[in-house]
């Protein structure tokens, strides 16, 4: 979903806003903050893409065809995702 430069970018552009609105306080330096958002980031990009494979694995196990991106598909795909995350923990 998101390349490891884009995840880069938005640890950047999260510190500096949380910084700007006064939202943290630093102990140590910004480079170790970066680090610690970018693997969260990646960490929840993971985690998506993950539950995104479960999600359409089960959508394709049904014995009548459901067309991806039907207003079916979408709706059942949203309902899954959103179990899926319960499961674990994500809501």
Known sequence: ????????HLSHVLLKG??????VAL?????AARKI???VLAAEVKAGE???AVVKKKLE???????EGSPEWEILYRKFYQ?????RGRS
């Open 37 to 39: 958002i970018k693997r």
């Open 61 to 67: 196990s049904y014995s009548r065809k459901i067309v």
């Open 1 to 8: 979903m998101l390349s490891d430069e884009k995840i880069t």
């Open 27 to 31: 102990k140590g330096d910004e480079a």
């Open 18 to 23: 949380l910084l700007e609105k006064k939202l």
């Open 50 to 52: 993950q539950i995104d």
């Open 83 to 87: 179990e899926e995350e319960n499961k």
